[in-house]
């Protein structure tokens, strides 16, 4: 069973940071390109970033460039997101999404999703 399990949320003030967290378990993480979605309140899902199967292509919403990383560590069934410089506007709920297999980092498509963690950005 395909699991995806986010961490590392919580509240934090404008120009702070945050580290995101995404275990995956039920299948083999290193094949699979992953992704970041974001949903603020009231609003639809927002892709944030993406990165490749073996980590070394990355992509990332306009918003969020030049403040946010992705990252993964396949030994470990880990994706990462690293937050910086955040805004009031970051605050959402952060999903990690999975790629079936065969589509590339170009498109928005994923058959697996985790259960999000909150991000708040308040003073």
């Known amino acids: 069973e395909v699991q995806l399990v986010e961490s590392g949320g919580g509240l934090v003030q404008p120009g702070g940071s945050l580290r995101l967290s995404c275990a995956a378990s039920?299948?083999?993480?290193?094949?699979?390109?992953m992704s970041w979605v974001r949903q603020a309140p009231g609003k639809g899902l927002e892709w944030v970033s993406a990165?490749?199967?073996?980590?070394?292509?990355?992509s990332y919403a306009e918003s969020v460039k030049g403040r946010f990383t992705i990252s993964r560590d396949n030994a470990k069934n880990t994706l990462y997101l690293q937050m910086n410089s955040l805004k009031p506007e970051d605050t959402a709920v952060y999903y990690c999404?999975?790629?079936?297999?065969?589509?590339?980092?170009?498109?928005?498509?994923?058959?697996?999703w985790g259960q999000g963690t909150q991000v708040t950005v308040s003073s």
């Open positions: 990165i490749n199967s073996g980590g070394d292509s990355t």
């Open positions: 039920g299948f083999t993480f290193s094949s699979y390109h």
């Open positions: 999404a999975k790629f079936p297999m065969g589509y590339g980092l170009g498109y928005r498509v994923y058959d697996y």
